[in-house]
């Protein structure tokens, strides 16, 4: 082999090179004797740095051999999907934002952040209204809805329905009335109360209600003070253990018909770019008209002004303000929302003006019960209903076939009337009130 080698080279034109090469095979041929036995020292010796492959070339084998694989896994992706595979089902899309699947409160109508909310548990609590100590009420801007009636003696008071509720202090609390008890029932609700009318009493007794009623282990009376015997609170975590002891875990609510938020940003009368709303008029009761913004109500339950009740309308807010006839704002106390023990509201909450975002007057037939004092109204039937709602009124009939039914609302022309999402304020007014505009 040797010899070949050397003949070949001897033909060379580059004695240069012909040295060089001879170097290169003697060197070889020391690597052979050395790796007998001894491989891997084999493996270590270098070649001649002439003899090193060039980076460039070590380059392009990198790019080729990732090439190659890349290939092959390609290859085998295709081969091995199933034949009938969909292209969505191998790439999932991320799911955009459906607003179909957004979940709105029963009671109020409002967006819910948890959906797991909408089922909770409701509470329906008499609210006084007097002047013997019963105002400013505490939590009761948390409300989502409030029934107005007259309790006795042309005196006011609120079945007000709460559903996760955190207020730290809520009340008064007083007695309940048979018509309050009816507009309650609909929305499932412990009915939290201090005793009442005995005819109120049998139905809850008969009725198989989830019921509160005076009941030291979750309501508490604060320091007598100005308010004499209108000092009997609750608080929202007493309220939760109530229902959780009693295994009252959900409310099956029963609420108003709603608009979504975004259908009722659109009905809101703008007189500043000529927005209007739609109407159905008391003229005739096939035609509509147009209404321009109603900047006030008053509501006159034909008794006191301390109990009549005006509202203001407040474009920006698109709420209405609510204070009473004598001219006095209906301010309540505001509560944190955090358990701060068996409180005095004056001394842990702030006052705020109620502003509901509708507000609802119903005529009611109504008159002395057989007492000569307390007061008898029908809750089921229809009448004559106002809807003051995103600046506009519409004129209607409400309408509650049984205890059991909801109220609904409908116009002029039968069609059903959707109340904006929000606090919503439903006033019981006697066929001997008036409704001014």
Known sequence: MDENITLNLTNDENPKKETLIKQSVAEVETIKKEAVGKPEKAKRKKLPKELKPSKKWLALMIIGIVGLIGGISCLAFVFLMPEKSNPELAFPKIPSKNTS???????????????????????????PNGLDGARPQSGLNEAGVIFEAIAEAGITRFASIYQNPGASV????????????EWDTPFDCTIVHAGGADDAIAAVSSGGYKDLSEDYQYMYRGTYG?????????TSAYLKQFSSSHGYGTSDIKGFSRLTPDESEKARVNESVKEKLEITTPTTENTSSVSVKIPSVSLRFGGYDSFNVDYTYDEKSNKYLRSYGSGVDHEVYECSQEDLGERNPEDVCKLTQLAPSVVVAIMVNERKASDNYHEDITTTGSGDAYIFQNGGVIEGTWSKPTRDDQIT??????KEIKLAPGQTFVSAIPNYGSIEY
């Open 101 to 127: 699947e957004e979940t709105y409160s029963s009671l109020t109508g409002e967006k819910l952040s948890d959906p797991s909310l909408k089922n909770a548990p409701a509470y329906c609590i008499q609210t």
């Open 170 to 181: 809520i009340g008064p609390i007083r007695s309940l009335r048979l018509y309050y008890l």
């Open 226 to 234: 100005s308010r004499l015997w209108n000092n009997l609170f609750t």
């Open 409 to 414: 609302f409908s116009d002029k022309n039968g």
